[in-house]
């Protein structure tokens, strides 16, 4: 079902999914360079989640003026979903992260004094979304207060942009889309007070808003990640492709532990930090370095990769309870590496 506002179908294989259907997308024929350039590049190790993509491409085809919220963990790969998302459908993104001081000037606009001393009307990523089909991906919108979002409101649903400041009336482009991200949930902070400086947001903004719930990807895709990231090293007493798996698959068991500590259960006192895909990845790389310096003993050089990839920054508690884990579930599968 190809219609004026899209033409071209993408199969989900093309999001690593076996499955028959497709999602609908653009082509990018005659679209001039200055916006194809802000089509994502394709992260082919992106992994999808069935269900999350599954909404998303629901909003997608069914939604154009309606914003899509998209909330989880941090490092749970909420932007590089939407720009993953939107590198498959060719889809240009204009992105932002919201923060305090924001301002409906800093979505919209604002003049700026040219290098001929004359005045000049610079849109911001709103205005560029409405004017030439993008989609507006806001990241962390709940660090900006709730009023700005509350100002622009009726834009949230597709109404045309008024530039108070140029009189000029921009009415939205049929591909123009608003994402936002965050990690807490919107009008409730998930219950643990972890995420510093957060405004909860106005019910009349949330409500507009389709939701996805993003969790850090299944035990066996987050193993098939990291076992794609891993470089050709040299290990001995063991078949390198056989190194790479266990490697990956303890590494990522380590990673459930800390996140079950993390979100804390009836017994145990919650941690203060987790491993989320983004450090994960890093402590692979990390361990790597440190388990080919031989200087250090196996347990030395799992804490040096530890503590650079997350636990310096850490309370003492928590530091301990996640080294203890990894050390844990790690074992002595380092020790295969090989100096370089
Ligand atoms: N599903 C995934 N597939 C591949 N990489 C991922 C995935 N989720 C997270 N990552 C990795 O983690 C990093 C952080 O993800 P990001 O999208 O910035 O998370 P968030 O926006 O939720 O904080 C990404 O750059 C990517 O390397
Ligand atoms: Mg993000």
Redesign the pocket.
Known sequence: MLNKVFDKDVAMTEFGISSPESVLGFTNRNVPPYISALIPER?P?????TQQLGIMSIWWEAAPDEPLFIS??????????VNQFCARVGAPVVSLTARSRLDRTDLIGHYIIDKDKTMRFVDGPLTRAWRHGMVLLI?EMSAAPADLWLSVNELLEGAPLFIEATGEVVKKHPRARIVM?DNIRGMTDDGNGLYLGRHLQDPAVMDRCWKLR?EY?DEE?ETA?LESRIPDVEVHGIELPVWKKQFAQRLCAAANKVREAYFGSHDVQPIEATI???VL?RLKDLLIISGRTKELSVKDALNWALRIALTEAVDKTSALTIQKIVEAELGNICSHLAAP
């Open positions: 992260n190790d992106y992994v999808f989640q989880g963990p941090h490092g749970s790969g909420k932007t590089s979903f990241n991200t993003m990807i895709s990640l989320s895909t983004r990845l």
